[in-house]
């Protein structure tokens, strides 16, 4: 079993929809979790971050967690052409090995005009 | 300085060559890492510094990988004998010290084509 995993996708919505990334992970020692969006050919770039169970609001982005279910996922709201993507969930243990971070295979977003 | 920077961004070698890879970290993060990303997946970690000191290396690092960190500052990451098998992009983060998670920011990247 993968640590982080992810559906590869692509997941397709329409312009203006809400997109919904989701992410599941093994390790019940895993601290915090990212969201990190990565264009083709480019490096990822952080769009947010969560450590406590429940709701994260950022703008457009929405980061929710349920450490219990051991899941967790990123909204899109209002998505935009701009935001087809891969996004990358990763996840920190929060140990004496620094910052590491684990990341998922990613989910491709498409948003269709 | 605005963020990391990553030197060369493209790399094409014949398999057997070495190389080697420079990355300058956000001058005030005292952390460093190293990663290595292939097409489809995710970055995987390979190793990381606090200032000079090398911490951990995943065992994707093979020995004939080596990285170093002199005086705390740019890191290289050295690939001897290159094989296809390395052929990836290799991307460099830092971090301020711990708890400064927001700020774990990655170069641009180097993609490796080895040939």
């Known amino acids: 079993q993968k640590e982080v995993e992810q559906n590869s996708g692509p997941l397709s919505v329409p312009e203006g929809a809400i997109a919904s990334l989701n992410c599941t992970y093994s390790?019940?020692?895993?601290?915090?979790f990212f969201w990190y969006r990565q264009y083709s050919g480019k490096s990822p770039e952080l769009i947010m971050f969560i450590y406590s169970n429940g709701d994260k609001e950022d703008g457009r982005f929405t980061a929710q967690l349920n450490k219990a279910s051991q899941y967790v996922s990123l909204l899109i709201r209002d998505s935009q052409p701009s935001d087809s993507a891969t996004y990358l969930c990763a996840r920190e243990r929060g140990e004496g090995g620094g910052n590491k971070l684990t990341f998922g295979t990613g989910t491709q977003l498409k948003v269709e005009l | 300085d605005t963020g990391v920077s990553q030197d060369p961004r493209h790399k094409i070698t014949k398999r057997g060559q070495n190389v080697t890879f420079r990355c300058d970290p956000i001058s005030e993060h005292n952390r460093l890492y190293w990663y290595r990303q292939t097409l489809g997946q995710g970055p995987e970690f390979l190793t990381y510094?606090?200032?000079?000191?090398?911490?951990?290396k995943s065992r994707l690092l093979s020995d004939r990988f080596s990285a170093e960190r002199p005086k705390g500052s740019f890191s290289t990451l050295e690939i001897q004998r290159t094989e296809q098998g390395d052929s990836a992009m290799y991307l460099c983060?830092?971090?301020?010290?711990?708890?400064?998670?927001?700020?774990?920011?990655f170069g641009s990247g180097t993609r490796l084509t080895v040939v």
């Open positions: 510094f606090q200032n000079e000191a090398q911490l951990e």
């Open positions: 390790d019940r020692g895993s601290q915090s």
């Open positions: 983060a830092s971090s301020g010290p711990t708890g400064d998670l927001f700020g774990y920011t």
